[in-house]
C-alpha cells in the first residue's frame, strides 16, 4: 500500500472555525490533491499540488486554501468552516505521467455544525 | 472538456450474477482510463487501467475495454461475489495531473 496518512481522520467543528487537515506521504510523488467526496457527486478536485510550493485549484477551491512546503506533506486549509463544507475529503498522490495512477489516503470526514 | 458519465446506482445482483457498469467519456486528446473501487470506509484504489483505444484492463476478473469509437469504458465481471459489494468510478486522465471522475456506483450483492 502507497505510503498516505491523513489527519484528523475525524473532525467535527462550528461554523466559522478554521479548520486544517494534513496529507502525509512517504513515496516522494511529485503531485498530490486534495478531493471532496458527497453523495451524487462523486469525487471533486478542491487543489492539486505539482511540487514544493506548487498549487493549483481544481473546480470546487472556493473556500478553501493549500500549502506545501515539503515534498511530503500537503494541507488543506479552511478559513471559515461552513455546513456546505461537511463532507468526507480524499488525498490523493501520483507519479507524472498520462499513464500514472492515483494512490487515495483513507480519508477525513469533517462535519461542520 | 474531459468529464466521466457513469450509469447511476445502486445496482444490487444476486451472487454469480454477470455485472455491467457503464462509463462513457468526453476527453480533449488522448486520455488513459481507470476504474477504481471504494470499500465501506476506506479510500478508492485502482481496480484496472488502459492507456489507449482497444486496450483491455483486468483485475481480480473484472475487464474493460478502451473504446474510443463509442467514447466508453465499461466494466464486466462474469460472477460476482459477495466481496465485490462497493462503490465503484470511473475515471479519466488527459494530462497526467488532473484526472475527472464520475459520480460512482455503488453495487450490492447477496448471497
Known amino acids: 500500500d502507497a505510503g498516505i496518512t491523513q489527519s484528523p481522520r475525524h473532525k467535527v467543528t462550528e461554523t466559522g472555525t478554521p479548520v486544517t487537515l494534513r496529507c502525509h506521504q512517504t513515496?516522494?510523488?511529485?503531485?498530490m490533491y486534495w478531493y471532496r467526496q458527497d453523495p451524487g457527486h462523486g469525487l471533486r478536485l478542491i487543489h492539486y499540488?505539482?511540487?514544493?510550493?506548487?498549487?493549483d485549484k481544481g473546480e470546487v477551491s472556493d473556500g478553501y486554501s493549500v500549502s506545501r512546503s515539503k515534498t511530503e506533506d500537503f494541507l488543506l486549509t479552511l478559513e471559515s468552516a461552513t455546513s456546505s463544507q461537511t463532507s468526507v475529503y480524499f488525498c490523493?498522490?501520483?507519479?507524472?505521467?498520462?499513464?500514472?495512477?492515483?494512490?487515495f489516503g483513507e480519508g477525513s470526514r469533517l462535519t461542520v455544525l | 472538456g474531459n468529464s466521466v458519465t457513469q450509469m447511476e446506482g445502486p445496482v444490487t445482483l444476486s451472487e454469480e450474477a454477470f455485472l455491467t457498469i457503464n462509463c462513457t467519456y468526453t476527453a480533449t486528446g488522448y486520455p488513459s482510463l481507470f476504474w477504481y473501487v471504494q470499500y465501506p470506509g476506506e479510500g478508492l484504489q485502482l481496480l484496472l487501467k488502459?492507456?489507449?483505444?482497444?486496450d483491455k484492463g483486468s483485475n481480480k476478473g473484472f475487464e474493460a475495454t478502451y473504446r474510443k469509437e463509442t467514447t466508453s469504458f465499461h466494466l464486466e465481471k462474469g460472477s460476482v461475489q459477495v466481496s465485490d459489494s462497493a462503490v465503484y468510478f470511473c475515471a479519466l486522465t488527459s494530462t497526467g495531473n488532473q484526472f475527472y471522475f464520475g459520480t460512482g456506483t455503488s453495487l450490492t450483492v447477496i448471497p
Open positions: 499540488s505539482y511540487g514544493v510550493k506548487d498549487t
Open positions: 490523493a498522490i501520483s507519479e507524472l505521467g498520462v499513464t500514472g495512477e492515483l494512490f
Open positions: 488502459a492507456t489507449k483505444a482497444d
Open positions: 513515496e516522494n510523488h511529485r503531485y
